[in-house]
């Protein structure tokens, strides 16, 4: 099983980001997926997920980036992807993407090895 | 739904008996689950539904409780266990993680 981020690196503050991850190895379509991040030398924040095509691919999200991250994914391609907008150096993080455990409010039980994102002029 | 993890780090020895605990603001029945995270890693999931390990979780590690508050147990510490520790509730949306509990070696 694989969880690749891509899409991390460098941005300034106020633009725009688009990260992607691939999953492998397991049967995406059946998944709901999601997006944690953890600032430099603190502690994880929950960002939001998107369920399945039979959960009507509906999203939930975290107060603080619900009108800035987008959460969306293509079964098609196994990939799920996070757009962050407007952001702020606050937004400088490793983003992970992660796989949500089938079993009734569970955990999450698959991780991406996560990806960079830095917010700096 | 605020988590609170207490202590926020903890220093112990090899065959030490360790808890942590974690407080949540709200009831939250038995939808807690505890993460084990080493440096320049992913977390790892080792506790669901408060009490249930993980698959291929050492036995050393349990969890309890119900409601609002929990604890995570590793009977005898193991070198590799020293790590940050996190509790995480999964009762409601939005979904929110504990601080923390850095677990260092004496």
């Known amino acids: 099983m694989q969880l690749v981020e891509s899409g991390g690196g460098l941005v300034q503050p106020g633009g725009s980001l688009g990260l992607s991850c691939a999953a492998s190895g397991f049967t995406f379509s059946a998944y709901y997926m999601e997006w944690i991040r953890q600032a430099p030398g603190k502690g994880l924040e929950w960002l939001g997920l998107v369920r399945t095509k039979a959960n009507s691919f509906t999203t939930e999200y975290a107060a603080p980036v619900k009108n800035r991250f987008i959460i969306s994914r293509d079964d098609s391609m196994n990939s799920v992807y996070l757009q962050i907008n407007s952001l702020t150096i606050e937004d400088t993080a490793v983003y992970y993407c992660v796989r949500k455990s089938l079993r009734y409010r569970s955990g999450s039980d698959f991780w991406g090895q996560g990806t960079l994102v830095t917010v700096s002029s | 739904t605020q988590l609170t993890q207490s202590p926020s780090s903890l220093s112990a020895s090899v065959g030490d008996r360790v808890t942590i605990t974690c407080r949540a603001s709200?009831?939250?029945?038995?939808?807690l689950g505890w993460y084990q995270q080493k440096p320049g890693k992913a977390p790892k999931l080792l506790i669901y539904d408060a009490s249930t390990l993980q698959s291929g979780v050492p036995s050393r590690f349990s969890g309890s409780g119900a409601g609002t508050d929990f604890t995570l147990t590793i009977s005898s510490l193991q070198p590799e266990d020293f790590a940050t520790y996190y509790c995480?509730?999964?009762?409601?949306?939005?979904?929110?993680f504990g601080q923390g509990t850095r677990l260092e070696i004496k």
């Open positions: 995480q509730q999964l009762e409601s949306y939005p979904i929110t």
């Open positions: 709200q009831g939250i029945s038995m939808y």
